[in-house]
């Protein structure tokens, strides 16, 4: 039976407020790091936190923004978003501390941990690889790619991006230079890009077509899917 329980935690700018799904039985297991979108920490990161713990694994929904800073609108989305956006040493930091946070879980085993993160959450767990994250590897769904600026750590991690290519907040010519960062740098990386796609193509509740941000059941499933299976790469290797 997966168990899923609050957890509060001090940061830089702290306390935070997460969330980590697990199944009691066995010992240490792997751990995933989920890193929410613009919106912040929600049911939707932390069910897939229990998603990931029924594979096997510790879903650790994290918290960039803060204890009970929650955005309702579209406007307060953007606000705190900005907030990191601006102040990607800040992002970095927020970062760096939620994966010691999972690394120091009991039911982790802090050898084998990873990152996942939805739209402004793929730019979180890329810029935790960029710095040098020492973890298995990260996944972009739906992410953003513009690099932060004067950074040149080396990429431990392996990196897998799952991309809409009709994305209006990724297009063609970022998504190529995402590949191109990330092939000058060494990375061990690997894009999937599907059509007809656009940005929170993982979130049923996305319904704004006309701004390029709508659910697509297809790619929902084929992502999630490829995700399952760089975990288990990256965990049985």
């Excluded at 606000?79 to 990191?84: Q, R, T």
């Excluded at 297009?171 to 690997?190: F, M, S």
């Excluded at 509740?205 to 059941?217: E, L, S």
Aim: charge should be neutral; aromatic fraction near 8%; charged fraction near 20%.
């Amino acid at each position: 039976m997966i168990k899923t329980e609050k957890l509060i935690y001090a940061g830089p700018g702290g306390p935070f407020e997460g969330t980590i799904s697990w199944n009691p039985e066995g010992g240490p297991k792997p751990g995933v790091l989920i890193s929410h979108a613009w919106g912040g920490q929600s049911d939707f990161e932390t069910g897939k936190a229990v998603a990931l713990a029924e594979l096997g694994y510790v879903g650790f929904a994290i918290d960039n923004y803060g204890q009970g800073r929650r955005a309702q609108t579209p406007e307060d989305c953007a606000v705190l978003m900005n907030e990191l956006d601006s102040d990607r040493g800040l992002l970095r930091k927020r970062m760096q501390n939620a994966l010691a946070v999972l690394k120091n879980l009991d039911q982790v085993d802090k050898k084998q941990t990873a990152a996942i993160g939805f739209c402004f959450g793929g730019k979180c767990v890329l810029d935790l690889a960029r710095a040098g994250g020492d973890l298995k590897g990260v996944v972009s769904f739906h992410g953003l790619y513009d690099p932060p600026a004067g950074r040149d750590a080396v990429i431990k991690a392996k990196i897998l991006a799952l991309h809409g290519w009709d994305d209006p907040l990724a297009t063609p010519e970022q998504t190529v230079g995402l590949g191109r960062e990330l092939t000058a740098r060494g990375a061990d990386w690997q894009l999937i890009a599907y059509g007809h796609t656009a940005h929170a193509f993982t979130n049923p509740a996305a319904a704004a077509p006309a701004d390029g941000m709508f659910y697509q059941q297809a790619s929902d499933k084929r992502s999630w899917l490829a995700m399952r299976n760089f975990l288990h790469e990256l965990f049985a290797a």
